[in-house]
């Protein structure tokens, strides 16, 4: 995909000082981690010390308060009941910020942030998640410039107008599409990937805004709104040579599951083992959603390459193309959790809703 990284002196941004202010919820995660002296592993403190360790948000120019999640969890605890939440924390205080950043755990954060994102309707404030692999109190912490360039960029404006009016994840200098991103790497500082959609802007000395892929605001649509309820009565298959008719039988079985994320071989293929047609057949037959993901982490479904993909569109596989498991998964649970038809739910997930996919 090609892209135009516009350099920051041709367009003017504008953190326009005391005027502009931003809220921070703080989840918990890493980057507000300390080391419990008692046990020797890293347990998570409360915000203010993070508020301590970086002075330099005091100094910022912008108005910043803070909002802490009680309990503050590590992100592998999350649940969509934190997600629905988190949402109406945004809800409640949104027309009083310019803009949000969310602190949250690293490990589950695509699927936080993906869900978010789903769940907001006509945004146009960004939402900013970001982290740390070192907590911030720890000398060598990538905590404290990720967390000051997110608060820049949720307080960025252009014209009065936020310029980047998205859910993101801004890690380690680059800016990403949240409902794109996967996190990709477990020790690195450059934790997180957007595989099939370009950086919505890097942080060099700079901050440049790639303006062509950031979304725009439609002035006509409704004003803002959270849809903030999810179903999670999904599972995510993933294909593996050898997966027996047993397990898959006794996954679709099961009478709560009323959605299915099959993380498939390459373009979009499956095997063509009679049981395997069938047992998925029955399961869309009786009103499961199956929604087909390439287990690659670049590239896209295409279910017309092959004879393995085309028996798969035939019994209603839905093509999720180029959406990471993180975003099918969350689509998943939104589009569930909705008072929707089945023709409503299929049609939103063969469309792009807020940017996950690419459509053609
Ligand atoms: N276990 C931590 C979490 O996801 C890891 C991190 O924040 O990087 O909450």
Redesign the pocket.
Known sequence: MKRKVLKTDERRTDLSGMDTSVLIIYT????GMKTNPETGSLAPFNFEQIEQEVPELKKFGIKIDTFTFDPII???NVKPEQWCELASIIKKNYHAYDGFVVLH????MAYTASAVSFMMQNLDKPIIFT???IPIGVLRTDGKENLITAAEIAAAKENGKSIVPEVCIYFENNLFRANRTSKYNADHFSAFRSYNYPPLAEAGIDIHYNYPYIRKVDAFLPSFDVAASLCSDVVVIKLFPGITEQTLHTILSLSHIKGVVLETYGSGNAPMYDWFINELKEAIDKGVIVLNVTQCSVGTVNMDLYDTGKELSRIGVINGRDITTEAAVTKLMYVLGQNFTRVQIINHLTHAIRGEMTDF
């Open positions: 918990g995660g890493t980057i590590d992100s592998s755990g690293t490990d589950t982290g740390s692999q």
